[in-house]
């Protein structure tokens, strides 16, 4: 048996509580430079976690007189993988794979060039929990599968050093998401793996927008920096804007007159920022607009707005989470074709390029975190969790003006402990954040069959999602649903729709047809179109997605609620009936 117990005791992971990779790590990216890890990592499929139990990455060959010792790992003769990668769609004996995976790399580093510097490692996202280690010392660890997160280095990096990343994608139901969702638990680190070096000195946040009800003509700008005092200067070259700000106890903000052309859908109009600090310099692309409610409207720039939307899911038959830009670039032109001004992001922050694209395409945003369904509401560590993920995702996408809504969850069974924890998340959404508005995905409220939940008191925004005609079968229901409900703030339908596999034909009554699917829309919209306080809908869903629940030989594992196929090329025809319908507009 092993020298230590290491595999013979359970809390193991005691070995890695600290270390915490949290949002206020994150460090503002925006044009600067970075040294990518991304490509080819040797990579072992971990079921027991014995990296961590045995601490692999201390790579101890030898005993303390020098003798060599039997070691269950081979880092240089593993098999390779391209990261970042969903591993289920590159290695079809890991498709179902659920559990730690452990990625190795080594890679040179110039210590000479990056002398005097603070280098930083950022993860885009990896699924679920992180842990990473250097040149054999234990970094940092990260909770949840679709934020960035970010760890200074600079004391760990050697001429030549070796990477390791354990990545487990274990659900539980104290995690956010829980266990049990209706989408593919894709494995591994997803997205872009780089280092980043700075100054000692330098902008660890910048954040631009218009200054809400200030008649458009005013732009906040706020800085952080890692040191407490000193000036950032700021240009905004197109608008005539080079000032500064003095930095007191690492913050400082000002406030500038400014016209900016307003962004929207129709004008997304961008202007280049620059800001500096000491040598510190970041750039970033920043639109100016105004989302606002006034009674049961929502305005765009002071102009009321129907939000003609559709949801999608970050799922790629070819790359699962991992979608290319171009895979991107075709979901929005897919919604463009579809009449859409707007998406839902469900149910998890989607790649930082979604918004990025959706800003220079002019496509309105829902963000959301994955507070879905039955979350452990009665949990503090949950809710810390869900807050940092929050946190996370306003932190990285403040500047995206195709953002207007946080989204603090989906499908919540009502109780205290739910209203205090979503309320909760809605209020340090509206603290955090006063640019944008705060919704969620509510449910009926089955009991008076109307929209009603104690929620939206926390927010701007009601969503609610209703499947009238799909699993509520008794299309009655609907205009009695929209008569029964009396929201004093706007509403979105943030799902209604049917599965249809592509091709399959029959009666309106037959489920999973396309004239089934069809008949609902068309029903679905006719009442929708009636409804005075209804603001937008973001019918589920644009393309078909891979989900584990869904086994019938019609679904093959794929919820077949998408207007068009998972690969993005049959249109069935409920897609004209709803751009049909958008046409109107
Ligand atoms: C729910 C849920 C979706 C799910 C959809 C469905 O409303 O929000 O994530 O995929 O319904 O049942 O297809």
Not at 88 to 104: H, I, S
Not at 144 to 162: A, C, H, I, Q
Not at 314 to 342: C, H, M, P, V
Not at 383 to 412: H, K, P
Request: glycine share 6%; net charge negative; aromatic share 12%.
């Amino acid at each position: 048996m092993q020298e230590t117990n290491d595999i013979l005791i359970s809390d193991y992971k005691q070995d890695y509580a600290g270390n915490n990779a949290l949002a206020k790590d994150l460090i503002f990216m925006g044009g600067r430079q970075t040294y990518s890890l991304n490509g080819e990592w040797h990579y072992a499929i971990d079921q027991y976690d014995t990296c961590l139990r045995q601490k692999w990455f201390l790579e101890q060959y030898f005993d303390k007189d020098g003798r060599s010792l039997p070691v269950d790992f081979s880092f240089q003769d593993w098999p390779t993988i391209s990261l970042p990668c969903s591993v289920n769609t590159e290695k079809p004996e890991l498709f179902w794979y659920e559990g730690p995976l452990v990625f190795t790399r080594t890679f040179s580093w110039d210590m000479q060039e990056n002398m005097g510097k603070k280098v930083f490692l950022r993860i885009g996202a990896a699924n679920y929990f992180s842990y990473i280690f250097l040149n054999g010392k234990y970094i940092c660890k990260h909770e949840g599968g679709s934020t960035p997160f970010m760890w200074d280095v600079t004391e760990y990096l050697e001429k030549e050093n070796r990477i390791l990343i354990v990545s487990d994608n274990t659900r539980n139901h104290l995690f956010v998401p829980t266990e049990n969702t209706d989408w593919f638990n894709y494995s591994g680190v997803y997205r872009d793996i780089e280092l980043v070096a700075l100054p000692t000195e330098y902008l660890k946040d910048l954040k631009v927008n218009l200054v809400p009800h200030s008649d458009f003509s005013q732009i906040r700008i706020a800085a952080e920096t890692s040191a407490d005092s000193g000036i950032v200067t700021v240009e905004i070259p197109e608008l005539q804007i080079a000032t500064s700000m003095e930095i007191q106890n690492g913050k400082g903000e000002i406030v500038v007159e400014a016209r900016p052309n307003l962004w929207s859908p129709e004008t997304p109009i961008l202007y280049d920022v620059t800001a500096t600090f000491g040598q510190d310099k970041v750039v970033d692309r920043v639109g100016f607009r105004e989302i606002s409610v006034e009674g049961r409207d929502i305005l765009l720039n002071g102009k009321k707005l129907f939000l003609r939307g559709v949801s999608v899911h970050e799922d790629s038959q070819f790359t699962g989470k991992a979608l290319r830009d171009e895979e991107r670039l075709t979901i929005i032109r897919t919604a463009k074709e579809l009449g859409a001004n707007y998406l839902r992001l469900a149910h998890y922050p989607h790649h930082e390029n979604m918004a990025k694209l959706c800003d220079e395409q002019g496509i309105l945003l829902w963000e959301e975190i994955p507070v879905y369904w039955a979350i452990a509401f009665d949990n503090p560590a949950t809710y810390n969790n869900a807050r940092n993920q929050l946190e996370e995702l306003m932190c990285r996408d403040f500047n995206r003006a195709s953002v207007i809504i946080w989204s603090v969850g989906n499908e919540n069974l009502d109780s205290d402990d739910r209203f205090r924890f979503m309320g909760n998340l809605a209020d340090f959404a509206h603290q955090y954040d006063n640019t944008r508005m705060v919704s969620a995905a509510c449910l009926v409220d089955g009991e008076t069959l109307s929209i009603k939940d104690r929620l939206a008191e926390k927010l701007d925004i009601i969503g609610v999602n209703e499947y009238i005609g799909w699993y509520s079968p008794n299309f009655e229901e609907l205009p009695q649903l929209m008569n029964n409900s009396n929201p004093t703030k706007p509403v979105i339908i943030s799902e209604f729709g049917a599965d249809a596999t592509p091709g399959l034909h029959g009666s309106v009554d037959d489920k999973g047809t396309e004239e089934c699917q069809e008949a609902i829309y068309r029903k679905q919209i006719e009442v929708i179109r009636q409804i005075p306080y209804i603001k937008g809908i973001t019918p589920w869903i644009l393309f078909d997605f891979r989900c584990p629940r869904r086994t019938a030989a019609i679904q093959g594992y794929y919820n077949r609620k998408g207007l068009v196929s998972s690969d993005r090329t049959y249109y069935k025809p409920a897609f004209s009936v709803l751009q049909s319908f958008y046409r109107e507009f």
